[in-house]
Structures are given as structure tokens and as C-alpha cells.
């Protein structure tokens, strides 16, 4: 007998707390560009010797409000970290939700320092736990993506693997997903003059560019040579992979772990263009493929004539 409501599936679960993960980064990345992971008198958990500071939009409580939000994600990944032990999903999926799980105290803990003793240094943060910070939350993100898109869902195979396949309609709605995140991360990322780097543009890059990096992921984890031909699955994997770390490196250099002098600046503008080329390119490699491979066909069917 289920205690959850029908409505209720892992799938959904999923999507949910890797959602708000999402959130989370975009809301730490705002609260440090706003110079509100200072406020609160440099203490954690209480906020200027409260629980609750004064509602209203202010360092204290945007420093407060990204707390909660940040407690309330976590508790969501405890919860479906648990859910994997005690559904039948992949064992990728499980051990993906399990790290998860492992390195949040770490995420919590650097948090922690970065608000109080990394508060306390003169000039604000040190480059060292808003490093460690970044990283951490980027890695929880990748794993959350691991999770939602190893799910088990009706409709869709399996590969001897334990992990999932799409078919060619998902890959190209994943694609463009990854495609369309990106070009929007472009816009307010630093590397691209357009607009202003203020703490919103900063806030909107990240959002914006982990929809790119969770639509690559899922080019990377979900395009199987079962479903569509074993060059074209090869050919959009190797681009999704490429496109993956050079956007990973980038989400990087968006924050200050570096100086940003005129070289860093050419190595953002340049990986940011193989992020594109990369994912527009994956993008293109799909746009042919309509149908799966005709059994025996091996690695010549599942694409259709570039032509129509």
C-alpha cells in the first residue's frame, strides 16, 4: 500500500528538487553578487541574532531567504536519495542520488564558512570557498541530472546498461532545450558585452546556462545506437561531452575565481563559442533523424535524408 498520493512519481520528484537545485545556484550566485552573504551580522544559522529578519527586500533577507530555500532543497534531496533505496530504479540512478546526499554537507558546511569566518576577512569572500562552494553545487547539480534522467518511465527502453533511451523526438527537445540555454546564458554572461555583469545578469547566466547543461547532459546519457544509427549516437554523444566541459569551465570563470584580465576574458569568449558551435551542432545531427534503426540494419538506418 502506497502512502503517496498517485500524482506523486519519482520522475516528477525528481524534476522538482533538481528544479529548485537549479534555483539554488542562480539565488547563491545573486546573494554573493549583492553583497548579501556579508549581512546577517556574519552569523549562521541565526540572521542578525534572528531567526527570521525584517521581511522586506534587504541584504539580511535575501541572505536569509536563499538559507531557506537552500534547507528546503536539501531535505528534498535527502528525501529522494532515499526513494532510490526503496524504489526499483538503475543503480546508476541510486548511486547518482546517493552522492548527492554524501557531498551536501560538504555544499552546507563551505556555505556555513563563507557567511561567517570568509565574512570576517577583510574584502569580503575568500577565492578559495567561493571555489569550493561553486564547484560542490555544480557537482550536486550533475548527479540530480543523473538522477532525473535515469528514471524509469513508461514508453521509454532500457539498455542492458540499466540506464534509459529517447527516442529521436525527446533527443531533439532535449537538444534544443540545451541549445536554447545556452544562447540565453550567452547574453548576460561576462564573457559577452551585451549587458551590464550586475548580480541579476550574473543570477540569469547561471540559470540559464544549467538549462543548457542539463539538456547536454541528457544528449549525453540518453542518446543510445539502439535508438537511433550508432555513428549519428557516437557523433551527438562526443559533441554533447565536448560542449559539456567547456560550458563546466565556464560556469567557472563566471564567478571570481580567477583575476579576470584580458586573457581569461579570450578564454571564456573561446570556450563559450565551442559551447555553442558544440550544441548547435549536436542539434543539427538530430534534426535528420525520425525513426529507429530497422532491425538488422546495424549502424546504417535511424536517419533520414537531410533533404526534407
Known amino acids: 500500500m502506497s502512502y503517496r498520493p498517485s500524482w506523486l512519481t519519482f520522475g516528477r520528484y525528481a524534476a522538482v528538487t533538481t528544479a529548485m537545485t537549479t534555483i539554488l545556484v ?43 530555500w537552500a534547507m528546503v532543497t536539501g531535505f528534498l534531496i535527502i528525501g529522494l536519495a532515499g526513494w532510490t533505496w526503496i524504489d ?20 552546507i558546511l563551505v556555505g556555513a564558512v563563507t557567511v561567517t569566518i570568509g565574512g ?27 538522477v532525473l534522467l535515469g528514471r524509469t518511465d513508461e514508453g521509454t527502453g532500457r539498455d542492458g546498461g540499466g540506464s534509459t533511451t529517447a527516442g529521436p523526438r525527446t533527443l ?14 550567452a547574453l548576460f554572461s561576462r ?18 546556462s544549467l538549462v543548457g547543461f542539463l539538456g547536454l547532459l541528457a544528449l549525453a546519457l540518453r542518446t ?11 557523433r551527438v554523444r562526443t559533441l554533447a561531452a565536448v560542449a559539456l566541459a567547456a560550458l563546466f569551465v565556464t560556469l567557472l570563470l563566471g564567478r571570481d575565481l580567477v583575476i579576470y584580465p584580458g586573457f581569461w576574458e579570450s578564454v571564456n569568449r573561446l570556450l563559450l563559442a565551442v559551447v555553442v558551435v558544440a550544441t548547435a551542432a549536436a ?26
Open 191 to 208: 564573457a559577452v558585452p551585451l549587458v551590464t555583469y550586475s548580480p541579476g545578469a550574473q543570477a540569469a547566466f547561471y540559470l540559464w
Open 283 to 308: 542539434r543539427w545531427t538530430l534534426a535528420g533523424v525520425d525513426r529507429p534503426p530497422e532491425s538488422g540494419s546495424g549502424s546504417v538506418g535511424g536517419t533520414a535524408s537531410r533533404g526534407e
Open 120 to 146: 570576517l576577512v577583510p574584502g569580503g569572500y575568500t577565492v578559495s570557498t567561493h571555489a569550493a562552494h561553486l564547484i560542490v553545487a555544480l557537482t550536486i547539480v550533475t548527479l540530480l541530472g543523473v
Open 26 to 68: 542562480a539565488l547563491g550566485v545573486y546573494t554573493s553578487g549583492t553583497g548579501s552573504g556579508l549581512a546577517c551580522q556574519a552569523q549562521w544559522p541565526l540572521c542578525s541574532d534572528q531567526l527570521i529578519p525584517t521581511l522586506t527586500i534587504n541584504p539580511d533577507f535575501i541572505e536569509w531567504f536563499h538559507r531557506v
Open 172 to 185: 531533439r527537445i532535449a537538444a534544443g532545450a540545451g541549445l536554447g540555454g545556452v544562447l540565453l546564458g
Open 224 to 234: 543510445p545506437a539502439t535508438t537511433i544509427a550508432d555513428q549519428t549516437a557516437r
Open 88 to 107: 526499483d530504479v538503475p543503480r546508476r540512478t541510486r548511486i547518482a542520488a546517493t552522492l548527492a546526499v554524501v557531498i551536501l554537507p560538504v555544499q
